[in-house]
């Protein structure tokens, strides 16, 4: 994979696209893609600290994922921040309407940001969305 720069939005609190968006993130991270994640919306809250609760499936492929030992999301977005070049930001309005603070969030998060900044960032990447 030649380096690139890929930006990733996170909306959906789904197990099989979270697990996606994760697996996107990673694999472009340690390929040594920039990577800049946005969390919003039903994705923020599976990054509360502690939260051990598992996503809910959309279907049985999600269902399957967990009875096959795949690597959880949230392990896959930490290794894509500590082994190769991935920020991880919550939404800022996100946090506003879920009255979240910031250290309520998992620590390997980068500092709130808004989708205006974001997408202002995002210009001239891969852009995908989950």
Known sequence: MSSTKISIMVVSGSRERLQMAAMVASVG????????????MNALSWFL???????????????????KNVPPFKDLFQKAVELGDAKIYPCSMAMDVLSTKREQLEPYLEEPLGLTKFLSDAAGSQVWTF
């Open 29 to 40: 991270a340690v390929s040594g893609s920039e990577v800049t994640v946005f969390l919003s």
């Open 49 to 67: 600290k502690g939260k051990r609760r598992q996503a809910p499936a959309e279907g049985e492929f999600g269902e399957t994922m967990e009875s």
